[in-house]
């Protein structure tokens, strides 16, 4: 049996070129792959131009919940890189999607408790669902089992679900209601991602997976996480867009969630980047439990500045 060779660099021209030309899809990753919170890297746009002469289709699969995906296209913009929503797949649109088409909650009358920000909630909207929690003004008091109108007015019987996302207005009065809700065990819990952290400027900040694991800890349940890794939010992608795995190609920061997604989604291959989470160890390092890449790079820039 031949012996698999390990993680290709992309440091050359014909490495560069052959990445490129053996796929007709890509699916990127956002944070620590094209910016590190509001700070483009270098040559994304020129790299994302180059793959679009190339005739190459571009898709973006982010775990971040915090933002819509009208939002993101927005983000795009602000950088001059022109997105349609309908490229753009987060794990918040994951996460309705699964409360609509999984646990079927019916618009209109089912609401959901949202532990996240206004990115969840904009995509439950769009399903028509209604939202509680997340952007409530009343739960950025400090919290008092004697004061909180939500103790007061008792739980929304309404509520039939609860997502759990990044929040970076994280706090005891949200985490105490969220408890309250998942309390109730016909209550779905449901989880936009994992990630531990996520990388912003340089920084390596708490992240979605943090939260959620506080108030899981805390009700002794697990959530049904939608986002990357999970098959679903690819299998979703895959058949939305009617793609052929064998020609696409996942980009991405993080091996436990990108590298994982595009490997056991069967996907044609896999590049990791090393401007968020990993380090070039870590990439070529077997011993860990998740897939190893395909290839890897410095950053995603490099396929421009060596193809160019
Ligand atoms: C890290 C993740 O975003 P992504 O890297 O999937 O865009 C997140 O913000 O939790
Ligand atoms: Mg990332």
Redesign the pocket.
């Known amino acids: 049996m031949t012996k698999s060779i390990g993680p290709v660099k992309v440091d050359s021209v014909d490495v560069a070129k052959q990445l490129v030309e053996q796929y007709d899809t890509f699916l990127f ?5 094209l910016w590190l919170g509001s700070h483009l890297l270098p040559h994304i746009k020129e790299t994302l131009d180059l793959l679009v002469a190339h005739q190459k289709t571009l898709y973006f ?6 933002k819509s995906r009208a939002a993101y296209a927005k983000k795009f913009a602000s950088f001059g890189i022109i997105v349609s929503e309908d490229q753009i797949f987060t ?1 918040g649109y994951a996460s309705a999607l699964y409360v609509r088409d999984t646990l079927k909650l019916q618009p209109g009358k089912d609401k959901v408790w949202v532990f996240g920000e206004s990115g969840i909630v904009e995509e439950l909207k769009l399903m028509g669902y209604e939202s509680l929690g997340c952007n409530d003004p009343r739960l950025d008091h400090p919290f008092d089992i004697a004061t909180s109108p939500f103790i007061a007015q008792g739980l929304d019987p309404d509520v039939k679900a609860v997502i759990a996302g ?1 929040d970076t207005k994280v706090n005891y009065h949200r985490l105490a209601i969220t408890l309250q809700y998942l309390q109730q065990p016909d209550i779905k819990f449901v989880a936009t ?1 994992i ?1 531990s ?3 912003n400027k340089g920084h390596i900040l708490p ?2 997976g943090s939260m959620i694991n506080c108030v899981a800890f805390a009700a002794g349940r697990e959530p049904a996480a939608c ?2 890794p999970n098959p679903n939010m690819l299998n979703a992608i895959v058949t939305a867009k009617q793609l052929n795995r064998s020609k696409c190609c996942m980009v ?3 091996l436990n ?2 590298i994982r997604f595009g490997v056991e989604g069967k996907l044609g291959g896999t590049l990791l980047v090393l401007t ?2 990993e380090t070039e160890q870590n990439a070529l390092d077997a011993s860990g439990d998740h897939p190893l890449p395909k290839y890897y790079a410095e950053k995603l820039g490099d396929l421009y500045e060596l193809i160019n």
């Open positions: 990753d956002c944070d620590g792959v699969v982010t775990n971040n919940s915090t794990s990044l991602n990630d952290t996520y990388p992240g979605a986002g990357k991405g920061d993080r969630t990108d968020g989470i």
